[in-house]
């Protein structure tokens, strides 16, 4: 992984500012239950946010940002997926130690590897994606994920399909009807896809988004 990011960041200015992520915690990673993956858009280091209030080479590897401060509604969300079978509630998921363990039991993926900001521009992270292409697909079959979760409910998954061959193959595997927080399971060749909100969407409670979030999961063996 290093190898191919020393590759990828040479096609960067420094200006660029190019920052690293894939599997936040290898030890975890290797004990997980199942390997999960979140896909994103990019990293938020607008002013005043923690992550720019951190230490350079904790800013430019999103690996580190997570490790040391992992990120609650995903790592409920993946406290959802690795414990489906036994259909948790939102409490458990909730505890700090639950939680916490989870997030960095993962790996995250973000589709444009340069800073953003409080609000994501789709058409710039599209940009840099397809740019990007060639790297991405490296490095998801470097990770080799079971479960890829597209965090942003008709964007983030129509964007996997221009960039990987599995999810363009995909095949409809559930449909929820939960409205707002509606997802889908779609079942590739090699990987499940999970298309749902982002977990900072402010539609719904934490508890509704993580309800919508563990149907869809329980879908998946």
């Given at each position: 992984?290093?190898?191919?990011?020393?590759?990828?960041?040479?096609?960067?200015?420094?200006?660029?500012?190019?920052?690293?992520?894939?599997?936040?915690?290898?030890?975890?990673?290797?004990?997980?239950?199942d390997r999960v993956l979140f896909l994103l858009k990019e990293l938020n280091l607008a002013p005043g946010s923690w992550s720019a209030s951190q230490p350079f080479e904790v800013q430019r590897d999103f690996?580190?940002?997570?490790?040391?401060?992992?990120?609650?509604?995903?790592?409920?969300?993946?406290?959802?997926?690795?414990?489906?079978?036994?259909?948790?509630?939102?409490?458990?998921?909730?505890?700090?130690?639950?939680?916490?363990?989870?997030?960095?039991?993962?790996?995250?993926?973000?589709?444009?590897?340069?800073?953003?900001?409080?609000s994501s521009s789709f058409s710039e992270i599209k940009k840099y994606a397809i740019r990007d292409k060639e790297f991405i697909n490296a490095q998801i079959q470097l990770i080799d994920p079971s479960i890829?979760?597209?965090?942003?409910?008709?964007?983030?998954?129509?964007?996997?399909?221009?960039?990987?061959?599995?999810?363009?193959?995909?095949?409809?595997?559930?449909?929820?009807?939960?409205?707002?927080?509606?997802?889908?399971?779609?079942?590739?060749?090699?990987?499940?896809?999970?298309?749902?909100?982002?977990?900072?969407?402010?539609?719904?409670?934490?508890?509704?988004?993580?309800?919508?979030?563990?149907?869809?999961?329980?879908?998946?063996?």
């Amino acid at each position: 992984m290093d190898s191919l990011f020393e590759r990828w960041r040479s096609t960067y200015t420094d200006e660029d500012k190019f920052i690293c992520d894939g599997i936040i915690n290898e030890d975890k990673w290797s004990r997980a239950t199942d390997r999960v993956l979140f896909l994103l858009k990019e990293l938020n280091l607008a002013p005043g946010s923690w992550s720019a209030s951190q230490p350079f080479e904790v800013q430019r590897d999103f690996r580190k940002t997570v490790d040391e401060r992992p990120w609650k509604e995903i790592g409920q969300w993946a406290y959802a997926i690795l414990h489906r079978r036994e259909k948790p509630r939102f409490a458990d998921a909730d505890a700090v130690a639950n939680y916490e363990q989870a997030c960095r039991s993962i790996a995250i993926v973000n589709c444009k590897k340069t800073a953003g900001s409080n609000s994501s521009s789709f058409s710039e992270i599209k940009k840099y994606a397809i740019r990007d292409k060639e790297f991405i697909n490296a490095q998801i079959q470097l990770i080799d994920p079971s479960i890829i979760v597209c965090c942003g409910k008709n964007t983030s998954f129509q964007l996997a399909k221009k960039l990987f061959q599995d999810a363009n193959d995909a095949k409809l595997h559930y449909q929820s009807t939960a409205n707002d927080l509606s997802g889908r399971i779609w079942k590739g060749s090699r990987y499940w896809w999970v298309d749902y909100v982002h977990p900072s969407m402010r539609v719904g409670t934490r508890k509704r988004k993580y309800d919508g979030l563990l149907e869809l999961a329980t879908q998946i063996p």
